[in-house]
């Protein structure tokens, strides 16, 4: 903020407290028109700081918004003032579905503390438990501070997770995906 006044305050980032729950992948009806597509999505990220865009690992384009009527929005943004009317073909709506847990798996002796699965074929077996994750790393992960590495690396990781979140360093090891 630039001013000569005294009494003012600086600008802060506004923080949002909705996230980019639904998601859709776009793609140029003619290929010729892909740098098109790539350049609107880049303004398109610029121009409103809800929306999110991305490429996933098999090269898709995806746009998260915060819901249909927003991406519906979004969209109609990217056609008409980002890609010069370039048409897209767009997918179905995808929501992301989260739940939490409040306490540690078989707390209330209601509920068996670990859950089994069994595969069809009855020779594998999956156990499972759960607990609540600490603030602390909640808030790293949501930064950006934690990245999950290669398996070649987990070793470093686990020693990482237990040194600074106080986590198990073989239940760290052993993380797939957050």
Same mark, same amino acid.
């Given at each position: @903020? =630039?001013?000569?006044?005294?009494?003012? !305050?600086?600008? *802060? @980032?506004?923080?949002? #407290? *909705? $996230?980019?729950?639904? &998601?859709?992948?776009?793609?140029?009806?003619?290929? $010729?028109?892909?740098?098109?597509?790539?350049?609107? =999505?880049?303004?398109?990220?610029? #121009?409103?700081?809800?929306?999110?865009?991305?490429?996933?690992?098999?090269? &898709? !384009?995806?746009? $998260?918004?915060?819901?249909? =009527?927003?991406?519906?929005?979004?969209?109609? /943004?990217?056609? &008409? /003032?980002?890609?010069?009317? $370039? /048409?897209? +073909?767009? #997918?179905?709506?995808? *929501?992301?579905?989260?739940?939490?847990?409040?306490?540690?798996?078989?707390? /209330?002796?209601?509920?068996? %503390?670990?859950?089994?699965?069994?595969?069809?074929? %009855?020779?594998? +077996? =999956?156990?499972?438990s759960a607990e609540p994750l600490k603030e602390k790393f909640i808030n790293a992960v949501d930064e950006g501070e934690i990245k999950l590495v290669s398996s070649s690396e987990m070793k470093a990781?686990?020693?990482?997770?237990?040194?600074?979140?106080?986590?198990?360093?073989?239940?760290?090891?052993?993380?797939?995906?957050?």
């Amino acid at each position: @903020t =630039l001013t000569t006044s005294a009494t003012m !305050h600086p600008f *802060v @980032t506004m923080k949002f #407290s *909705v $996230a980019a729950v639904v &998601q859709v992948a776009v793609e140029p009806k003619n290929a $010729a028109d892909l740098p098109k597509l790539v350049e609107g =999505l880049k303004r398109l990220a610029k #121009s409103d700081p809800l929306v999110k865009c991305s490429t996933s690992k098999s090269g &898709q !384009h995806i746009i $998260a918004g915060a819901g249909e =009527l927003h991406l519906e929005i979004c969209l109609k /943004d990217l056609r &008409q /003032d980002y890609m010069k009317g $370039a /048409d897209v +073909r767009v #997918s179905e709506p995808v *929501v992301s579905f989260g739940e939490t847990i409040d306490s540690e798996t078989g707390y /209330d002796e209601k509920f068996p %503390k670990v859950c089994v699965s069994k595969s069809p074929n %009855k020779h594998n +077996r =999956l156990y499972v438990s759960a607990e609540p994750l600490k603030e602390k790393f909640i808030n790293a992960v949501d930064e950006g501070e934690i990245k999950l590495v290669s398996s070649s690396e987990m070793k470093a990781f686990g020693r990482k997770l237990a040194d600074d979140y106080d986590w198990d360093i073989g239940a760290a090891r052993k993380i797939w995906t957050f």
